[in-house]
């Protein structure tokens, strides 16, 4: 038996999922990356820090649209993502499946997206999810389980992401930053917490959440200190399904 079978049959087992599609995901890199540096005035710091190869467990900032289209699009490496399932209706719905993007409902524990999101990083490819789950101020203030729970299954490190700009000051979560806006894209150390075999307690998971969310709210509070781009603040509205 491989090791790659091994490890999908761990629990979670994932060794019943299929593997998520990337090919449209890679095309539309090649078209939308130009595009959004020739639009914004975009700055990617410390590219060189993202692993080449291997798991990654990405860990943003979440404070407007444009997130989850800017890192898809300027990441080294293919992202799968999760995304609130609002989103995936219809057509923009079917792309963003063939696109290799992950469904999740918010609202009740999503155990197939969550698995999906472990054959990912099983599977050694990068996996990005927002430690904060919903858009807002972007400080990591508030950090939910997830990513905790993907890190001490998979034993995949975690790689800090500051997003500054994506968001005007005080602006709506539902805009994107007008033509020639600022927008920083600052990776920081990529870093490891303890694997923890199957059973994994709640209060055990939400104590390294914790931990994470130490190195994120500094790494966030770094990035802007050396770019000098201020997080947005307080946007106008709360998302509207969170």
């Known amino acids: 038996m491989t090791a790659e079978l091994t490890r999908h049959q761990e629990l979670p087992r994932t060794d019943d999922l299929s593997s998520l599609p990337y090919r449209l995901g890679g095309v539309i890199r090649h078209v939308v990356g130009p595009y959004l ?14 692993p080449r190869r291997g798991p990654v467990l990405l860990a943003p900032n979440h404070v407007g649209l444009l997130d989850g289209p800017l890192l898809g699009a300027t990441a080294p490496r293919m992202l799968h993502q999760l995304g609130k399932i609002e989103a995936f209706d219809g057509m923009q719905g079917k792309f963003l499946h063939r696109a290799g993007q992950i469904p999740v409902d918010r ?3 999503d155990t197939l997206a969550i698995r999906k999101a472990i054959k990912v990083l099983r599977d050694g490819n990068v996996m990005s999810i927002y430690p904060e789950g919903t858009r807002g101020r972007g400080d990591f203030r508030r950090i939910r389980v997830g990513v905790a729970y993907l890190a001490m299954v998979t034993g995949a490190p975690i790689l800090p992401v500051a ?3 994506t968001r005007l000051p005080g602006g709506s979560v ?47 509070q770094a990035a802007v200190a050396a770019t000098g781009h201020p997080l947005p603040g307080k946007p106008d509205q709360k998302d509207p399904d969170e």
Request: net charge negative; glycine share 6%; hydrophobic share 35%.
């Open 163 to 165: 997003l500054l700009g």
């Open 107 to 109: 609202t009740t524990y």
């Open 174 to 220: 539902e805009a994107y930053p007008p033509r020639g806006s600022r927008v920083d894209v600052v990776y920081g150390e990529p870093f490891t917490v303890e694997r923890v075999p199957f059973p994994r307690r709640h209060t055990d998971v939400r104590a390294v959440a914790d931990q994470i969310g130490d190195v994120l709210r500094a790494h966030v």
């Open 37 to 50: 540096r020739w639009r914004y005035d975009l700055t990617i710091h410390h590219e060189e820090l993202f």
